[in-house]
DNA sequence: GCCCGATGTATCGCCGCGATATGGTCGGCC
DNA sequence: GGCCGACCATATCGCGGCGATACATCGGGC
């Protein structure tokens, strides 16, 4: 997940570890935290497998040579980076549909293809329901014996679950405008009941 | 946090590891899962803490010795294992304000002591209120130039968290309807403003 | 003159996950 | 009568991510 996050982010500039957490955030907002204790170790797998390189001091010692408070290691994606890049966005996986990946996938929606957004999109609304559908038969057939507490952390669970839902449906409907074509075809499914 | 599950359970009632997973899924919900790599892990850890023990085949033969498909390990909680537990209720630290954490505190609030839980509620309520204000600041600010995907998830997740503080505030009058004393001393509040 | 907070890189151990292996039991279906 | 799939039940392995922590430099406020 965080490797898409770093190549979806080297794809567009060259940056050093700091930025590259900083703008994560801008984009992933508070949704998605990721540490340091993630961030480095990820960069460093990135480098070994040759998907990122850290770039040359470049500009021998002046430009960041004196402004930079230490050594900052900037780095750029690399061709076989892109080409892994390219690989991750086309997955649909089932890591697609979970919080965290389907978060980290949507933030680089515009890059992923038309066909493949479809197919998380509806995946992601698979899950949702799912969860959903849980917790709303729990509520009903066990909703007089469960523990209070417990009871309304499922009654939240449901409001968010079905807002979510419909949110989805609204992104979908969005997406069928952009491409109507090929769409239904991908997902094996005509219209959308409900 | 498993910890916390497994030791809130088993001082229900002695349970094997398969019966203890369905039991944390009627909880939690599909909110929290707990996969295998977790849970056997775990009560392996908190056997060899002498938290918990394996009790003896019991009935000699007779009684599951026929009727269960396989040799199933029944665990029961030991003394240590429940001042753990009471330990484990005690604490209000930040682990008990994120996603994960708060959820399996509030399966375990009844028995809670009071005190703690509205710490824990106005502990999450701040953590939530936290992430509102950075999603709100983000839409507001650079509302126009970010990505459509992006404002959409923030757009979502904004919603999501507006919805929670006003969940939480429910809880927290319900809790202090409950014991309307020492819980504001407890936080260094006296009215929650709005 | 001093401490605080932001910038910046990095490591360590632990927790939990997903995939996978193994095998017993039961009901239903052909 | 035999086979299949669903459920019961335990367990391991590698890995991705986290929280805590360390260390260093700089700018600004008191």
């Not at 070994?48 to 290691?73: C, F, V």
């Not at 559908?133 to 066990?142: M, N, W, Y």
């Not at 669970?157 to 409907?173: A, H």
């Amino acid at each position: 997940m965080l490797e898409l996050a770093v190549l979806g982010l080297l794809h567009e500039a060259p940056m050093h570890g700091y930025e590259l957490r900083k703008q994560l955030h801008a984009r992933l907002g508070p949704l998605r935290a990721f540490s340091w204790g993630s961030l480095y170790p990820t960069l460093r797998r990135l480098q070994r497998a040759a998907l990122i390189a850290e770039q040359a001091p470049a500009g021998e010692e002046r430009s960041w040579g004196r402004q930079g408070r230490r050594s900052r290691k900037v780095y750029e994606i690399t061709a076989e980076g892109k080409d892994r890049l390219d690989e991750l966005l086309g997955e649909a996986g089932p890591q697609a549909y979970d919080d965290d990946g389907f978060g980290v996938h949507l933030a680089f929606f515009s890059r992923t293809p038309a066909e493949v957004r479809m197919r998380i999109l509806e995946g992601r609304r698979r899950r949702v329901e799912e969860r959903r559908d849980g917790l709303r038969s729990t509520l009903t057939r066990a909703g007089e014996q469960i523990d209070r507490y417990t009871r309304e952390l499922h009654r939240i669970g449901l409001d968010t679950t079905e807002r979510e839902v419909r949110w989805l449906d609204e992104l979908i409907d969005h997406e069928r405008s952009l491409s109507p074509t090929a769409t239904d075809e991908a997902t094996g499914r005509t219209r959308r009941p409900e």
